[in-house]
């Protein structure tokens, strides 16, 4: 599925659609999602976007440096991770993120490339991109999660 994104705002928007159903589908296993695109093209505006769906209203911050930048909401626990500075997929071991992967949780990991075999599959990826004076967001499912989200969200987007 392909999606057309005017602006910055348009790409909150898309998470904002996406982010109760991505909540809704982690209540029953973790859902990791793979956020994929070159350098400003929308990854972590999408992040604030799910992020603001799901009333948090805080800053939202890229995790560059940390790898990882936690959030513990009411419908469910999002982390957040940037793999754009991993030297090597092994640094994912000491995240501990394994023991993080819960019913309840939803993974947002930018530059998931790096990550290689340390991470786990996606539910659903997202690849963004500039388009003309836009972006575009290209939505692969590649789980029944991943499915269920992508219909609910489009229902709701419309």
């Given at each position: 599925m392909r999606i057309r994104l005017a602006d910055p705002?348009?790409?909150?928007?898309?998470?904002?659609?996406?982010?109760?159903?991505?909540?809704?589908?982690?209540?029953?296993?973790?859902?990791?999602?793979?956020?994929?695109?070159?350098?400003?093209?929308?990854?972590?505006?999408?992040?604030?976007?799910?992020?603001?769906?799901?009333?948090?209203?805080?800053?939202?911050?890229?995790?560059?440096?940390?790898?990882?930048?936690?959030?513990?909401?009411?419908p469910c626990d999002v982390l957040h991770l940037d793999l754009y500075r991993l030297a090597d997929p092994g640094e994912l071991d000491y995240l501990g993120l394994v023991d993080m992967l819960a019913p309840g949780t939803l993974v947002l990991v930018e530059w998931a490339e790096r990550g290689g075999t340390r991470l786990p599959d996606a539910d659903l990826r997202i690849a963004l991109d500039y388009a003309g004076t836009g972006r575009a967001a290209d939505c692969e499912p590649v789980s029944p999660a991943g499915e269920a989200v992508l219909v609910a969200g489009s229902r709701l987007g419309q």
């Amino acid at each position: 599925m392909r999606i057309r994104l005017a602006d910055p705002a348009a790409t909150e928007a898309l998470g904002r659609a996406l982010a109760m159903p991505m909540a809704e589908a982690s209540s029953r296993a973790p859902l990791v999602v793979h956020l994929a695109g070159p350098l400003g093209a929308g990854k972590t505006t999408l992040v604030r976007g799910l992020l603001r769906g799901l009333a948090y209203e805080g800053r939202v911050r890229s995790p560059t440096f940390t790898l990882l930048e936690p959030y513990e909401l009411p419908p469910c626990d999002v982390l957040h991770l940037d793999l754009y500075r991993l030297a090597d997929p092994g640094e994912l071991d000491y995240l501990g993120l394994v023991d993080m992967l819960a019913p309840g949780t939803l993974v947002l990991v930018e530059w998931a490339e790096r990550g290689g075999t340390r991470l786990p599959d996606a539910d659903l990826r997202i690849a963004l991109d500039y388009a003309g004076t836009g972006r575009a967001a290209d939505c692969e499912p590649v789980s029944p999660a991943g499915e269920a989200v992508l219909v609910a969200g489009s229902r709701l987007g419309q």
